[in-house]
T-cell receptor, first 112, second 120 residues
Framework: AQSVTQPDIHITVSEGASLELRCNYSYGATPYLFWYVQSPGQGLQLLLKYFSGDTLVQGIKGFEAEFKRSQSSFNLRKPSVHWSDAAEYFCAVGPRTYKYIFGTGTRLKVLA | DAGVIQSPRHEVTEMGQEVTLRCKPISGHDYLFWYRQTMMRGLELLIYFNNNVPIDDSGMPEDRFSAKMPNASFSTLKIQPSEPRDSAVYFC??????????????????FGAGSRLTVL
């Protein structure tokens, strides 16, 4: 069965520290992979996506993610977190037909 | 572009009442999606349309839920009768087709701000 796992429900980091949010998936073929961010009271905004090609993808706001097929992972990283990055982050996986499965989200708290 | 517009932003109603949520997608986007977000179940795809035609409604929880897209710029999600377990945030999203943007631009969802529904 297709699934997405975000093992960390909450993560707290200090401002300026590095960040890695984990995402593991179960999928029968090479999937489309996404990271979205949701600020309180807002809809989801796309951070980055992977369709094919280079396994390290760059996104907005200084985020990047690496697709590792052997580990079925698509972890999100940022070298230096800003207070404005506090939000909930969702990993999503799916086929080319828009039926994406979203993970349960990781809520990021940033300490000043 | 103003993005995906949803209304109302907040709705409080009593059990048994009809609820209608509205969505205006981004102009030129061929796909429209309705999602529901709850603490227990996360973000679930309810239904999606392509060129105003429903493509997959397998996520619609039961017959109390219905969705329509009468034209390219408007969609509704209706719940009749509503129940307390329908309380959730309902998101509308839209996406361009590959024909319009190429494969790299398609398959990317732009979400509205959501409609928070509370059924008492």
């Amino acid at each position: 069965a297709q699934s997405v796992t975000q093992p960390d429900i909450h993560i707290t980091v200090s401002e300026g520290a590095s960040l890695e949010l984990r995402c593991n998936y179960s999928y029968g073929a090479t999937p489309y992979l996404f990271w979205y961010v949701q600020s309180p009271g807002q809809g989801l905004q796309l951070l980055l996506k992977y369709f094919s090609g280079d396994t390290l993808v760059q996104g907005i706001k200084g985020f990047e993610a690496e697709f590792k097929r052997s580990q079925s992972s698509f972890n999100l990283r940022k070298p230096s977190v800003h207070w404005s990055d506090a939000a909930e982050y969702f990993c999503a996986v799916g086929p080319r037909t828009y039926k994406y499965i979203f993970g349960t989200g990781t809520r990021l708290k940033v300490l000043a | 572009d103003a993005g995906v517009i949803q209304s109302p932003r907040h709705e409080v109603t009593e059990m048994g009442q009809e609820v209608t949520l509205r969505c205006k997608p981004i102009s030129g986007h061929d796909y429209l999606f309705w999602y529901r977000q709850t603490m227990m179940r996360g973000l679930e795809l309810l239904i999606y349309f392509n060129n105003n035609v429903p493509i997959d409604d397998s996520g619609m929880p039961e017959d109390r839920f219905s969705a329509k897209m009468p034209n390219a710029s408007f969609s509704t999600l209706k719940i009749q009768p509503s129940e307390p377990r329908d309380s959730a945030v309902y998101f509308c999203a839209s996406s361009p087709s590959e024909a319009a943007t190429g494969w790299s631009g398609a398959n990317v969802l732009t979400f509205g701000a959501g409609s928070r529904l509370t059924v008492l």
